[in-house]
């Protein structure tokens, strides 16, 4: 309990760093003609029509997040438990977002499911489903854009090596949910080939315990690969989540081109919205080197960078990349407080009544 209050304080430091370095970048990029705005004067600039139509996008994008998981808990346990999926979402974003490298939503989730009734294996298999099906698309619309990035946006020598950072982020995360889809094809020699990376880790003395981490590894693999094969023998059953892992992946990526036209005095155009979204997946891989919590900082500076290089909204760049932040990243770590906040409460107050009732 203790840990998870140093946890939540020392992560809500980090953000607050990470806004004060976000609008230091603003101003340095900034220059007398464009000088970033105040908060009154962005007030009187939002387009609040617009902005408007910028809240429904969120909205629909955490609908979408959260049907994934309703979806899955439908096709597994028969039961349509929409609150259980809205709380297993936020849950894993917000344990995501204080967790090195993003690799604690995960194992949260399958904890807070099979807290919620929901079998062992079940509450296993939703999680790592709808963690792979996801990656995978998302990185097959990150190929696209990352492609298209030299024709939307300007190149100079940061741009072109943020790009080849960006591509080489890319591999690299990916290499994780497609282990799994080959292991789920060719597990033989995936296993052959597992076994031999251990080894070499071993002989590098990186691997202490060789038996035990090729065990525990093998075990992963086969638990994920069983799930995914077991899904997709009903290929009717897997087309709802693959639609709704497309839709998430193009909400993720156009969520900064709705802050930009309800912030910035620009005309919005589909060239327009092609570059922002170049710039964001640019942004996510760079920042995703970077092993902070969240990736809270680098995502903020990197952010600050690259959107600088869209026309006319130098002024508001701070505050750009904050609101997009602050909806795609903050309110997750806000929300899943408030939740172990009344989920703490709520457990208190049955041990009181029971106690009570002795």
Not at 84 to 92: D, H, N, P, R
Not at 214 to 219: A, G, S
Not at 285 to 295: K, R, V, W
Request: aromatic share 12%; net charge positive.
């Amino acid at each position: 309990m203790l840990s998870w209050w140093i946890k939540t304080v020392l992560m809500l430091l980090l953000v607050a760093l990470s806004i004060v370095m976000l609008f230091t970048i603003g101003n340095y990029i900034s220059d007398e003609e464009n000088p970033q705005l105040s908060l009154p004067e962005l007030l009187g600039r939002i387009d609040y029509p617009l902005f408007a139509l910028l809240l429904g996008v969120i909205l629909l994008y955490i609908l979408v997040e959260s049907g994934k998981f309703a979806y899955l808990l439908k096709v597994c346990t028969g039961k349509f438990r929409f609150r259980t999926a809205v709380k297993t979402m936020f849950l894993g974003k917000y344990y995501d977002g204080i967790t090195p490298l993003s690799t604690g939503g995960q194992p949260f989730q399958i904890y807070y499911l099979h807290k919620k009734d929901i079998p062992r294996g079940v509450a296993s298999a939703i999680p790592i489903l709808k963690y792979i099906v996801s990656i995978f698309f998302l990185s097959a619309l990150s190929v696209v854009l990352l492609a298209l990035t030299p024709q939307y946006v300007p190149q100079s020598t940061v741009n072109r090596t943020m790009l080849i950072i960006s591509w080489i982020s890319l591999a690299i995360n990916i290499l994780f949910p497609l282990t799994i889809i080959l292991f789920s094809i060719f597990p033989g020699a995936c296993k052959k080939i597992l076994s031999l990376v251990i080894r070499l880790l071993f002989a590098l003395h990186i691997v202490k315990d060789r038996d035990r981490v090729t065990e525990k590894y093998l075990r992963e693999l086969t638990e994920y690969s069983e799930t995914i094969r077991g899904f997709m023998r009903n290929i009717f059953k897997f087309i709802p989540l693959l639609l709704l892992c497309i839709a998430e992946s193009l909400l993720f990526v156009t969520i900064p081109f709705f802050v930009v036209i309800a912030v910035a005095d620009v005309v919005p155009t589909v060239e327009l919205a092609m570059q922002i979204a170049c710039l964001v997946i640019v942004t996510r891989y760079t920042a995703l080197l970077i092993p902070t919590p969240g990736n809270t900082g680098a995502m903020e500076a990197a952010g600050s960078l690259v959107f600088a290089l869209v026309v006319g909204i130098r002024p508001v760049v701070g505050w750009v990349v904050l609101i997009w932040r602050f909806f795609t990243y903050y309110v997750y770590i806000l929300s899943g407080i408030g939740i172990n906040i009344f989920e703490i409460a709520r457990s208190a107050l049955r041990n009181r009544r029971a106690n009570k009732v002795r």
